[in-house]
Structure formats: structure tokens, C-alpha cells
């Protein structure tokens, strides 16, 4: 690491520390020429796929959309945060392991579906009937008795 002081190409890492959350690595490093003292951060760079719209369009993924989805369906319901950020990590390694560039949209509703199932059959009927566009009561129906 190059000393942003002076320069020089050496440095010695002094302290480690993990941050509280565990999201990146904290370092204090010192200067093998000017001994100045500067602390640097490692954080992991991870890409996930862009997401392919029915429309064609491609966006960036971002959690805090699929947050608010769960946060919607999820109203008033009996589920824990914690138990939503736990479904949210699943969905985001799934779309890690997939190793593709770009997904569809459509796999995204499904993941959201089947961790929402998972967690609160009424949430999962809330998503269910937005996501699939329900036209009619027999569609609810349908869904209902899936869940049963």
C-alpha cells in the first residue's frame, strides 16, 4: 500500500480490527519511510446481475427495492426483521451463485415468492396477487389453496 504522505511503496499493516457488522476490515498502517500513521478499509466488491425488465429495460439491482417489496407485503404481519433480512441474504446469494451477468425480473418475483411463502402465507398471497396481476377472485382462490 502506498503511503498517501510521501509516497513510498511500503508500508506495515500496525492494527486489524473487524467492523462491529463484520462489512469490511479496518487497518492501521505506518509509513517504513515517513513513519506517518493512516488507516485504510477493505470492504468486498461484489457485482450482482442486472435486472431485465419485462419491458426490456435493464436497472441496476438494488436491495432497498426488494426491502420495500417485503415491506409491503409484510404489513402488519408477524415476521422480525431479522427473519426478512435472512430472506433477503438468501435471494442475494442465489443471485450471486447464479454467476450470470443479467436476470430476468420474473426469476427475482419468484425468489421474493418463495421466501415470502416461507415466512407469512399472507404476505406471500399480498405479493402473489400484485405480482401475477390478479384479474379475478379465482385467481386469490387458486393461490389460496396452493397455500393450504
Request: net charge positive.
Amino acid at each position: 500500500m502506498k503511503c498517501p504522505f510521501c509516497g513510498h511503496q511500503e508500508t506495515q499493516v500496525v492494527e486489524t480490527r473487524v467492523a462491529e457488522d463484520g462489512d469490511f476490515v479496518r487497518r492501521r498502517r505506518q509509513c517504513g519511510s515517513c513513519a506517518k500513521r493512516f488507516t485504510t478499509y477493505e470492504r468486498p466488491d461484489v457485482s450482482f446481475p442486472a435486472i431485465v425488465k419485462k419491458d426490456g429495460r435493464r436497472i441496476e439491482y438494488d436491495r432497498r427495492k426488494l426491502q420495500g417489496s417485503f415491506a409491503i407485503a409484510l404489513r402488519k404481519r408477524p415476521v422480525s426483521t431479522t427473519q426478512v433480512d435472512s430472506a433477503l441474504e438468501r435471494i442475494e446469494e442465489k443471485l450471486l451463485n447464479l454467476g450470470q451477468r443479467e436476470v430476468l425480473s420474473s426469476l427475482l418475483g419468484e425468489l421474493v415468492m418463495r421466501e415470502l411463502k416461507k415466512l407469512d402465507k399472507v404476505a406471500y398471497v399480498r405479493f402473489a396477487s400484485v405480482y401475477r396481476s390478479f384479474e379475478d377472485i379465482d385467481e386469490f382462490k387458486t393461490v389460496i389453496d396452493e397455500v393450504r
